[in-house]
């Protein structure tokens, strides 16, 4: 098994930045993509980005490209989402994942993704 737990959400206004967290633990070398998804109230979830464990390949959702950020700490057992540029429409709860696989079709897959965090709210203010 493998543990997730998110950090960072918060209140914060369209324009601003946030980071979010998630640090693994358990049996994490059995992970090999890392990724962020997210849902809004009455959508479904959607993937966000994603993070090759040990090439450090990425992944984006078009709607983020270009203001989001995916990194990890390969000694800490933590990924990272820097969020620039908020918009009101980021506004949702975040979740990490972790999936046993590696691929572009993994890393963008939901249902191919073995573990979950608990997630954590972000809420952009216009």
């Known amino acids: 098994q493998v543990q997730l737990v998110e950090s960072g959400g918060v209140f914060v206004q369209a324009g601003g930045s946030l980071r979010l967290s998630c640090a693994a633990s358990?049996?994490?070398?059995?992970?090999?993509?890392m990724g962020w998804f997210r849902q809004a109230p009455g959508k479904e979830r959607e993937f966000v980005a994603a993070?090759?464990?040990?090439?450090?390949?990425?992944y984006y959702a078009d709607s983020v490209k270009g203001r989001f950020t995916i990194s990890r700490d390969n000694a800490k057992n933590t990924v990272s989402l820097q969020m620039n540029s908020l918009k009101p429409e980021d506004t949702a709860v975040y979740y990490c994942?972790?999936?046993?696989?590696?691929?572009?079709?993994?890393?963008?897959?939901?249902?191919?993704?073995?573990?979950w965090g608990q997630g954590t709210q972000v809420t952009v203010s216009s």
């Open positions: 994942a972790a999936a046993r696989f590696t691929g572009s079709i993994v890393a963008l897959t939901t249902a191919l993704y073995d573990y």
């Open positions: 993070i090759n464990w040990r090439s450090g390949s990425t």
């Open positions: 358990g049996r994490t070398f059995n992970v090999y993509t």
